[in-house]
Nanobody, 116 residues
Framework: QVQLVESGGGLVQAGGSLRLSCAAS????????MGWYRQAPGKQRELIAS???????NYADSVKGRFSISNDNSKNTLYLQMNSLKPEDTAVYYC??????????WGQGTQVTVSF
């Protein structure tokens, strides 16, 4: 199994930006799916951005046009660029990588807090 370590969370004012990183402990030869989820207090974890095996990128409507997902295979790192942040973006953010053999890997989560 792959260890995923997220970083880049923190406290930011509304309208600000953050970039989250998700570093894998080793290179992954076959990836089926990569995504970023978030979970706000009292709410279910939701998928907000993803990259499919074929390279297709999808975003939840709530972040479309503001967030951007990308990956750097040379660094074994997945990113989430978050711009124009809103207080409702406050949540714990998790990265998820599903390997080609369907092994499901999660990061430990990083807190993002957006103040008014």
């Amino acid at each position: 199994q792959v260890q995923l370590v997220e970083s880049g969370g923190g406290l930011v004012q509304a309208g600000g930006s953050l970039r989250l990183s998700c570093a894998a402990s080793r290179s992954i030869l076959g990836v089926y799916f990569m995504g970023w989820y978030r979970q706000a207090p009292g709410k279910q974890r939701e998928l907000i951005a993803s990259i499919s095996r074929g390279g297709g990128i999808n975003y939840a409507d709530s972040v479309k046009g503001r967030f951007s997902i990308s990956n750097d295979n040379s660094k074994n790192t997945l990113y989430l660029q978050m711009n124009s942040l809103k207080p409702e973006d406050t949540a714990v953010y998790y990265c998820n990588v599903v390997e080609i053999n369907y092994v499901n890997n999660w990061g430990q989560g990083t807190q993002v807090t957006v103040s008014f």
